[in-house]
Structures are given as structure tokens and as C-alpha cells.
């Protein structure tokens, strides 16, 4: 008994980074739920990456309610960008399940690695610089039909991977929508929500979800962007883009370094 109730703790405790990195930035929860059950509850990589959609989905309903109250979140934004992701994720879940362990692992360290260095190449924009808002306001058919592909590509990452897809939702927003910078993060975690339903379906297909765990986890992803919303309304970007940068790029490193010396069939 006692074992099960520390093992509880545990997964609660494990998702409050997730939550509070995600509710911080509005990007990046998904990067520490993979690694975290692959390499410390022992799960499959399959399984875990269809858990880690329904706890980055979970923490980001979480946040969107919380932005949308203060009016920071673009609906019809969100959906123009989810319907064409929903689509991208379901694909995405079958073709995890098609790749290799290592493979796939390898695969998500390359991704931490260009997605931290997409965030770092706009950080100037992620910081809050605003400007004139296009398709958050007019809204007209070309952005319809940029959202939709943009959904697509990220749709198909979000299910593949099992990550949120913010790290390029809020820069797509921001640079090629206009956005400002809280909208963005706001809209950001509407559309993770909507389109990892998608990649949630798809896993389901193939396999099952370890329902008691996902729950904890996403108790504790939910705590976590309850704090991580308000740090990040009072710590400065730049020390906040600092500690993700840190977190994203180690993590990367270690599984591809881990997982290439395993496919090479090298003992450690």
C-alpha cells in the first residue's frame, strides 16, 4: 500500500513541471512527459507518447480556460488552425506506431533540438513584442487556408511525438499571423487541446492508455499551470526562455545520445 501511494505521488509530482513549463510559455509541457515515463516509470514509448497527449491536452484545457476568461484567446483562430490538426494528428499517431523505439527517440531529441533553436531565433518576438494584429482581428480567407496547413505539419508532429506542437504554434502565430504575444500563448493552448484530441483517437486505435497514471500526471500538470500562469505573468521572459532553453536542450542531448549508442548495439 504504501509503495502504491508513494508511486501516486510521484506521477502527481512529475506533472507539475509540465504544467507549470506550459502554462509559463504556452509551449514545451509535452518534452519532459515522454522521457519522464520512458526512463522513469519504465512505460513503452508508444504507450507513453498516447499518454502524453492526454496530459499536455488536459493541462492546456486548463490554461485555455484561464487565458480565455481574460480574453486571450482567438476562437475562430483556434479552430481555422485545429480542424486541419485533428487531421495531422491522427496520422501522426499511426505512424508512431510504426517507428522504432530508439528510432523514434532519437527522432524527438533532433525535434527538442530544432524547436529550441526556432524559439531562440524569435525570442524577441516570444518576449512580447507586438505587432499589428491580422489575423486575429480580420480574420480573412488567406488566413484560413495558412492555418489550415500550418495545422496539418504541426497536427502530424503533436501525434507522432505526443507533444502540445506550442513550440511552433506560438511563433506561426506571432510571425506569420500577427498575433500578440499573450494572445498568442492564449490561442496556442486552445488549439494543443483540440487537435491532440486527434492524436489521443488515433493511439486509441492501437493500443491502450494506463488511465489511473495519465490521471495523476495530469493532476499534476494542472497544478503546475496554475503557477506556471502567474510566473509567468511576474518572471521576466528572458530568465524564463533561459530555464527552458536548459531543460529542452539537455534532455535532447541525453536521448540522442542514449539512444544512438543503443541502436549502434553498444553496452553501457
Known sequence: MSMM??????????????????????TGGGILAVPMMVYI??????QATAMSLVIVAGSALFGS?????????????????????ILGSWVGAYGNVLAQREMLLIL?????????????RHSHILAGTQ?????????PRTCWIKMAGLGLVIGALNGFFGVGGGF??????????????????????????LISVG?????????????????????????????????GAVMSTS?????TAAITVGVALGLIVLNTVKLLGVQL
Open 41 to 46: 516509470a519504465g512505460i513503452p514509448v508508444q
Open 5 to 26: 501511494i508513494a508511486s501516486a505521488w510521484l506521477a502527481i509530482l512529475s506533472g507539475i513541471p509540465i504544467g507549470l513549463q506550459l502554462g509559463a510559455t504556452g
Open 239 to 243: 530568465a524564463m526562455n533561459r530555464v
Open 65 to 85: 480556460w484561464d487565458y480565455g476568461r481574460a480574453g486571450l484567446v482567438k476562437g475562430k483562430a483556434a479552430l481555422a488552425f485545429s480542424w486541419a490538426g
Open 108 to 120: 524527438f531529441g533532433i525535434m527538442l533540438l530544432l524547436s529550441r533553436s526556432l524559439v531562440t
Open 199 to 231: 492524436g489521443i483517437l488515433g493511439h486509441l486505435q492501437f493500443g491502450k492508455i494506463d488511465a489511473p497514471l495519465t490521471g495523476l500526471v495530469v493532476l499534476g500538470g494542472a497544478t503546475g499551470m496554475f503557477f506556471g500562469m502567474r510566473l
Open 168 to 193: 511552433m504554434i506560438v511563433p506561426a502565430l506571432t510571425l506569420i499571423l500577427g498575433f500578440p504575444s499573450r494572445i498568442a500563448i492564449g490561442t496556442s493552448l486552445t488549439i494543443i487541446t
Open 131 to 139: 505587432q499589428e494584429e491580422y489575423c486575429g482581428t480580420r480574420f
